[in-house]
Nanobody, 119 residues
Framework: QVQLVESGGGLVQPGGSLRLSCAASGSIFSIYAMGWYLQAPGKQRELVAAIPSGGGTNYADSVKGRFTISRDNAKNTVYLQMNSLKPEDTTVYYC?????????????WGQGTQVTVSS
């Protein structure tokens, strides 16, 4: 009932920028938080940035000062502005939405978008 469509990934040179977008649609009544995660081969999915509906933002230490998360509540869309990209940022990035579900939360995930930082 809920779909997340990601866009904006691709190939960029070191020091360059990308902006990832994720639009959520479907049966969305109340969003607890939206965020971006990465998953490197052989490792668990890790939080990159999150933006709770209650305010504030959270970032992984590795991206502080370089990445900025934002959202357009009217469009149910979350963005990740990625600046000063490094080769180490190369991986697949996944959009996530936490929805209120009964007394708890339910997660929905985007399909993933590849970010490659290389000369």
């Amino acid at each position: 009932q809920v779909q997340l469509v990601e866009s904006g990934g691709g190939l960029v040179q070191p020091g360059g920028s990308l902006r990832l977008s994720c639009a959520a649609s479907g049966s969305i009544f109340s969003i607890y938080a939206m965020g971006w995660y990465l998953q490197a081969p052989g490792k668990q999915r890790e939080l990159v940035a999150a933006i709770p509906s209650g305010g504030g933002t959270n970032y992984a230490d590795s991206v502080k000062g370089r990445f900025t998360i934002s959202r357009d509540n009217a469009k149910n869309t979350v963005y990740l502005q990625m600046n000063s990209l490094k080769p180490e940022d190369t991986t697949v990035y996944y959009c996530n939405v936490h929805l209120y579900y009964g007394l708890g939360l339910k997660d929905y995930w985007g399909q993933g978008t590849q970010v490659t930082v290389s000369s």
